[in-house]
């Protein structure tokens, strides 16, 4: 497996991010997960050519 | 997918609004498969999930969590499975059903999920949670998203010019960026859930 070292500061800046609107009481809807999820994977599918 | 598009967009070299029509019937086309897929997930994946895990917080604890370790998957870090179908749709149909109904059966199969490569988890994990919520008109609105993010890429980027055999060799070196961009959705979804259950 190949790690790659960038990914971890952005992957700290969303759960940072995250963490932070969940102490505001930003919840999002489960319905959004799988939205979001949907769309980020049809986009991602496009490089299967 | 770029390559099985672009002969259907392409195709029509006398008339750019044929290809355009065929292009925007690829794009809905896969969108209804897709919400047929939503709606099965939602429907049979939610009756089996909620047999197995009556109560909804835990089952989506459960898929949090699993969202979460194949978060680490994407990025490399944890080797897990995932199901990709190894197969693709028939490049026959082109000259079988020719431009405009092959646009629309392509498209369909498409935004259908599994009659084509599916490597990324976040497609998988998009499913789970709709078996989790159990509700099938979500399960219609995700998986319509799913095709139509599936099927306008590929309509656009030929529609540009970009679908070339070297601009289908660049798009799949781009692989490991959207491994990255799946692990940072995986992680941002499973974070929002655990972190909002964990503080409230």
Redesign the interface.
């Known amino acids: 497996m190949v790690v790659y070292q960038s990914r971890w500061p952005v992957a700290g800046a969303v759960v940072g991010l995250v963490m932070l609107s969940s102490l505001l009481g930003l919840r999002a809807p489960t319905w959004a997960f799988a939205v979001l999820l949907a769309m980020v994977a049809g986009v991602s599918a496009t490089t299967t050519a | 997918?770029?390559?099985t598009i672009r002969p259907l967009v392409e195709g029509h070299l006398t008339s750019r609004w044929r290809g355009i029509l065929a292009g925007v019937g690829h794009t809905l086309a896969a969108g209804a498969g897709?919400a047929c897929l939503?709606w099965i997930a939602a429907w049979a994946g939610g009756w089996l999930l909620v047999a197995i895990l009556p109560d909804p917080g835990t089952r989506?604890l459960v898929v949090a969590g699993l969202?979460a370790l194949y978060?680490l998957r994407e990025?490399?870090?944890l080797?897990l499975p995932v199901l990709d179908v190894k197969t693709a749709v028939p490049e026959s149909w082109r000259a079988k059903y020719g431009y405009e109904v092959g646009s629309l059966m392509y498209g369909f199969a498409?935004g259908f999920g599994f009659t084509?490569?599916?490597?990324?988890s976040?497609?998988h994990?998009?499913l789970l949670?709709?078996s989790?919520?159990a509700?099938p008109l979500?399960g219609l609105?995700?998986?319509c998203?799913?095709?139509?993010?599936?099927?306008?890429?590929?309509t656009l980027?030929t529609l540009a010019g970009k679908g070339s055999d070297d601009d289908?060799n660049a798009?799949?070196m781009?692989?490991?960026v959207?491994h990255?961009?799946?692990?940072?959705?995986?992680?941002?979804?499973a974070?929002?859930?655990l972190?909002?259950i964990?503080?409230?």
């Open positions: 997918m770029v390559g897709g939503g989506y969202t978060m990025m490399g870090l080797p498409l084509a490569r599916t490597p990324f976040s497609f994990l998009m949670w709709l989790a919520m509700d979500w609105v995700a998986g998203a799913w095709g139509i993010a599936r099927g306008l890429p590929p980027l289908l798009l799949l781009k692989r490991p959207v990255t961009v799946n692990g940072l959705a995986n992680g941002l979804v974070s929002l859930y972190f909002s964990l503080l409230s």
